[in-house]
């Protein structure tokens, strides 16, 4: 069996004879215990650094009674705390375990067989206590970050039957649920579809909570009837006021979709361009592209889109799809090479609600690996969708 481990305790005790029997005690039970003694709070207080148990007199000269063990806990930190008197009061013994000591015992009324047994339990506790805290403060965190997934992946706002909407989001996080990237899809009246993506520099909890702010201001925007032209403007005005830092930008792509007259008018801040699959072919909207939202306020320039047939699809994405590289050299994807693999014969015969799942899994088997970056995605189709 593992050699029991070799505890540091500090002995606060300023009767010199207790003292002196409570490292008896524990020397005739074989204990492997380093022991330290101060006689007085004051004194105790430098000494805590390194100690594993704290074994506490209630009479003190400058600590008496709860009061006193109230003024160690306080500076103890993952120390356990035993609390050794000569009150054999069990009330006392009570409210002492209550405000945070790990034992209550009784001079006299202890041998250094379980004097030594407290002392290892009373440490064992305050290490289970410690780490049920770090449990429920993980717990915590996980649902901080499922109510910030619950705002960056909203329920796209929709009515028509006409077009239909496929989402895809994935952290680049390591354990993350959740990054900087976001996506927003509103109807406005009968005929009109905007649908926005979006990326935050960076992909931790902040930027997720940017983007979360960013995603609900550009609904609201849109719900509100502010003109096309001002939208991206006003978003980035929230971006400007809300970020942690100056160096913190955006880009956005933003497509308002006119379903009666099969039309669309793009604007890109910063961002690569939607990918149109029509008619059998495949490749990038050719679109003005205006600069990042933050850096410097320059309206985004708009860019018509006409679309040929009634089957097609328009996919919007976040650079983090293509980023990763291609295995030769340090090439990346990109633009280009994410219009290549939705050129691939296999990826005809994907159903289009999969498609954004299957991009990804071809642009990780590309990279070698995992991608870096979050990747968020949205499919809008109308009628065969290619």
């Known amino acids: 069996?593992?050699?029991?481990?070799?505890?540091?305790?500090?002995?606060?005790?300023?009767d010199e004879g207790d003292a002196f029997l409570v490292q008896e005690l524990l020397a005739e039970a074989g204990a492997s215990f380093d022991v330290q003694v101060a006689t007085s709070l004051r004194e105790a207080r430098p000494m805590l650094r390194g100690i594993q148990c704290v074994l506490l007199d209630l009479g003190l000269p400058d600590a008496e009674g709860i009061d006193g063990l109230r003024k160690l806990l306080a500076v103890a930190g993952s120390a356990a705390v035993c609390v050794l008197t000569g009150r054999?009061?069990?009330?006392l013994g009570v409210q002492a375990v209550a405000e945070g000591a790990q034992d209550y015992?009784?001079?006299?009324?202890?041998?250094?067989?379980?004097?030594?047994?407290?002392?290892?339990y009373a440490v064992e506790r305050k290490r289970a206590d410690e780490?049920?805290?770090?449990?429920?403060?993980?717990?915590?965190?996980?649902?901080?970050?499922?109510?910030?997934?619950?705002?960056?992946?909203?329920?796209?706002?929709m009515q028509t039957t006409e077009v239909a909407v496929h989402t895809f989001y994935r952290s680049g996080r390591a354990m993350g649920?959740?990054?900087?990237?976001?996506?927003?899809?509103?109807?406005?009246?009968?005929?009109?579809?905007?649908?926005?993506?979006?990326?935050?520099?960076?992909?931790?909890?902040?930027?997720?909570?940017?983007?979360?702010e960013l995603r609900v201001a550009w609904r609201a925007l849109v719900l509100?009837?502010?003109?096309?032209?001002?939208?991206?403007?006003?978003?980035?005005?929230?971006?400007?006021?809300?970020r942690r830092a100056r160096e913190v930008f955006a880009t956005v792509a933003m497509v308002s979709i006119d379903l009666a007259g099969n039309r669309a008018t793009v604007r890109l801040a910063g961002h690569p361009p939607p990918v149109l699959l029509a008619g059998g072919k495949t490749g990038p909207v050719t679109a003005r592209t205006g600069i990042v939202l933050g850096v410097r306020p320059t309206p985004t320039p708009a860019t018509d889109v006409e679309f040929s047939?009634?089957?097609?699809?328009?996919?919007?994405?976040?650079d983090g799809l293509i980023e990763g590289h291609t295995g030769v050299g340090n090439e990346r994807l990109d633009v280009e090479g994410l219009c290549g693999l939705l050129a691939e014969p296999v990826a005809h015969d994907v159903p289009l609600a999969a498609l954004p799942a299957w991009l990804v899994g071809r642009a990780e088997?590309?990279?070698?690996?995992?991608?870096?970056?979050?990747?968020?995605?949205?499919?809008?189709s109308r009628g065969g969708g290619r």
């Open 365 to 380: 088997q590309a990279n070698g690996g995992p991608l870096a970056d979050d990747v968020a995605m949205l499919l809008i």
């Open 105 to 120: 015992l009784v001079k006299g009324q202890v041998d250094g067989v379980l004097l030594v047994r407290a002392l290892r």
């Open 88 to 91: 054999s009061d069990e009330h």
């Open 1 to 14: 069996m593992k050699a029991p481990e070799r505890l540091r305790v500090l002995l606060v005790e300023d």
């Open 224 to 242: 509100a009837g502010v003109p096309e032209e001002q939208v991206l403007a006003s978003l980035e005005q929230v971006l400007m006021t809300e």
């Open 177 to 212: 649920l959740l990054g900087g990237d976001f996506f927003d899809v509103v109807q406005a009246g009968s005929e009109k579809l905007h649908v926005i993506v979006g990326d935050v520099c960076g992909h931790g909890v902040d930027e997720a909570a940017l983007g979360v």
């Open 309 to 318: 047939g009634d089957d097609w699809s328009l996919l919007m994405y976040t």
């Open 131 to 157: 780490n049920a805290q770090r449990l429920r403060e993980v717990e915590l965190r996980q649902a901080e970050s499922a109510r910030l997934e619950r705002g960056l992946l909203p329920q796209p706002l």
